[in-house]
């Protein structure tokens, strides 16, 4: 996001949607509780962010933030695997978020859904503290609503795709969205 800082949209630009690659440093990894350890908590791993901006009214934000969540539903759709999507408290919503959805994938191992993408927006909250405006149709100067989405987050993502696919065996059943990248339905054990 911060690569649009002191920028300045034109009307038609908006909505901005855009996919940001980055390595992620959570500051939560390794630290306390029954998820502070193995790959639920890395200190480092990539991730494909949605990034979109839009005119700084309520209604379009709430149309771009469903949209946003329903490119990761589909995402996790087409890999087969169980999931809910939960809508946070107001207590568990970051700084500066209005609304955020949480999808959560069934982990067979552990008997309970663990997150894996996060969906939120803000309103000018970040653009604000950026200074991302654009010129509405009156000609005015205004902040643009912000708005992410985790597209994919490795390897958070591994542990219920392994684990939902997982055959007597010790195999992996491929998903079928992923066979053409992979050249292959089963990943075999080695012995």
Request: aromatic residues 10%; charged residues 25%.
């Amino acid at each position: 996001m911060s690569y649009w800082s002191d920028s300045s949209f034109a009307r038609e630009e908006l909505p901005k949607k855009v996919i940001a690659f980055y390595t992620f440093f959570p500051r939560e990894a390794g630290s306390y509780g029954k998820d502070s350890k193995g790959l639920m908590r890395v200190h480092e791993f990539y991730k494909l962010e949605q990034v979109a901006f839009c005119e700084a009214e309520h209604e379009q934000s709430v149309r771009l933030h469903e949209e946003l969540l329903s490119h990761a539903e589909e995402l996790v759709a087409a890999l087969g695997l169980p999931y809910r999507v939960v809508v946070n408290c107001g207590g568990d919503l970051g700084l500066g978020q209005v609304k955020k959805y949480d999808i959560e994938v069934w982990v067979p191992s552990e008997q309970r859904y663990i997150e894996t993408h996060s969906c939120s927006y803000f309103h000018d909250f970040q653009t604000r503290r950026l200074n991302i405006r654009y010129k509405d149709a009156e000609g005015r100067t205004r902040f643009a609503h912000s708005l992410n989405n985790t597209a994919l987050a490795t390897p958070r993502i591994l542990i219920p795709l392994i684990e939902n696919n997982q055959r007597a065996d010790g195999g992996i059943t491929v998903p079928e969205a992923l066979r053409k990248y992979l050249g292959k339905d089963v990943i075999t054990p080695v012995r």
